[in-house]
């Protein structure tokens, strides 16, 4: 344990997947497919419905949550049972690459599939690449247990998610450099989406596949087949988390609605800046790159205040301003200006409560279940929310009008605190049969 070059290749990964998740899920693809549904003579129907062009995204990562919340409980349970969890991290890190990739080739007029068709594709890939995504962490974090001793693994899961927001905001630069330099955004647009499936394919081969070490299966190899024992691992550990590990299971519940507050609002901004504010994708990319650099020092300064007053009490206080940044932008929100003042109080909470809520959650679950435990902890990871994602949909859908949609939001943060507040952090760790002596509560 504490191989520092494992951990290192650990860290990595989420510079490698970060370009998705900022440049794909936060920055372009959102206003690009909205752009599109929006240029269409005939608008996109589900069920004979015409959908709103600002509810077509957000109601695509919707169903790719979805399909993450039936399937990766079940991948995490499979991993814990075989040798398997390095390839199926690789093998979705890959996939979700190419179907990445393939985004260059959405366009308008689109040969046979026309503009509607191009909006559809667009939203395919999406599904197929934020599940991979998804179903790639699982395995990724269940590798944060076995790699860093407890004490330790505050910091290291801080690092790794500064690294994600610096590799994820010097791709950001050279996204905004290509736009600059550029006369035909849209190319420039295309060119960027499918730059971050190449990355993210890169820098997960230089990384992860020759530094992270495969163990060997923490439980024996089941005699039914794996899939259907992954079903009734998952209802087996739904059972244990209520019996065994109900603080586990508070806190658990309480990260999946104020993650989940988060994660929509990391998925609509764009959008929402875009199409309330009239702002350009150039200031678009320029308010993220800025966000992913400060993000990245606020990782690491909420690292150094959990290590003082506990990564409980940290997550809260990045609850409490995650509210007010919701309430300013619904009521107070009106141009550019404003937009780049309120993105930093949002960038510093963001790194922090991300970070220190994954350290928190592996302390909290027993030895050798980390990819089953992380597979329920995944379902609202990043760039993953599902109920948050819906319910702004359904309201662009119902009113037109993002900046309507936006203060339902405010509910994922205070119920999400409310819940946090009533979690016994040091029995959640005895519980789970580990050591809190050395952790912070």
């Given amino acids: ?85 390095k390839r199926m991290l690789l093998a979705f890190a890959y996939t979700g690459a ?36 998804g179903a790639a962490i699982v395995f990724y974090n269940s ?6 001793s407890p004490d330790g693994r505050d910091a290291i899961s801080s690092r790794g998610w500064a690294m994600g927001y610096l590799g994820g905001g010097l791709y950001l630069l050279l996204n905004l450099a290509l736009l600059l330099l550029m006369d035909d955004t849209t190319l420039a647009v295309r060119i960027s989406l499918a730059g971050a499936g190449v990355w993210w394919l890169v820098f997960t081969v230089l990384y992860p ?25 998952v209802v087996k550990t739904l059972g244990e988390l209520w019996r065994d590990y109900p603080m586990t299971l508070r806190y658990l519940v309480a990260y999946l609605i104020y993650n989940d507050g988060i994660q929509t609002v990391i998925v609509v901004a764009a959008a929402f800046a875009t199409s309330e504010l009239g702002v350009e994708a150039q200031t678009v990319l320029i308010l993220v790159l800025m966000i992913q ?17 506990g990564a409980k009490r940290a997550i809260m206080i990045t609850l409490v301003i995650w509210s007010g940044v919701v309430i300013y932008a619904f009521a107070f929100l009106t141009n550019t200006v404003q937009l780049f003042v309120l993105g930093v109080p949002l ?34 990871e990043r760039g ?14 119902i009113t037109g009008s993002q900046r309507i949609a936006i203060v339902a939001l405010i509910i994922f943060f205070v119920v999400g605190l409310i819940l946090l507040s009533r979690v016994d952090v040091r029995r959640a ?12 509560i």
């Fill in 1 to 85: 344990m504490n191989d520092k070059r494992e951990i290192t290749g650990w860290m990595m990964y989420d510079w490698a997947n970060s370009a998705f998740s900022t440049t794909v899920v936060t920055a372009l693809l959102g206003p690009y497919i909205q752009s599109l549904a929006e240029s269409t003579t005939e608008p996109l129907r589900l069920f004979g419905a015409a959908i709103e062009p600002g509810a077509i995204y957000p109601f695509a990562v919707s169903f790719s949550v979805v399909l993450q919340v039936i399937f990766l409980p079940l991948l995490g349970a499979i991993a814990d049972h075989t040798a398997l969890k």
């Fill in 98 to 133: 190419l179907a990445t990739i393939l985004l260059f080739f959405v366009r308008g007029e689109m040969p046979l599939l026309g503009t509607s068709g191009a909006v559809v594709l667009g939203s395919l890939l999406l599904i197929i690449a934020n599940l991979c995504f």
């Fill in 143 to 148: 590798f944060l247990p076995q790699i860093v």
């Fill in 209 to 233: 596949r020759r530094r992270l070490v495969q163990r060997a299966p923490s439980r024996p190899r089941p005699q039914v087949n794996l899939f259907t024992h992954g079903v009734r691992q």
């Fill in 293 to 309: 650099f400060v993000a990245f020092g606020g990782a690491l300064l909420f690292g150094r205040i959990a290590a003082r007053i």
């Fill in 347 to 380: 960038a510093l909470v963001l790194g922090g409560s991300q970070a220190l809520s994954r350290y928190l959650f592996s302390q909290m679950i027993p030895a050798d279940h980390e990819a089953e435990y992380f597979g329920f902890y995944e379902i609202s």
């Fill in 384 to 397: 993953t929310s599902w109920i948050g994602t819906f319910a702004f949909a359904l309201a662009v859908q």
């Fill in 429 to 440: 760790i005895v519980e789970a049969g580990n050591d809190p002596s050395g952790v912070v």
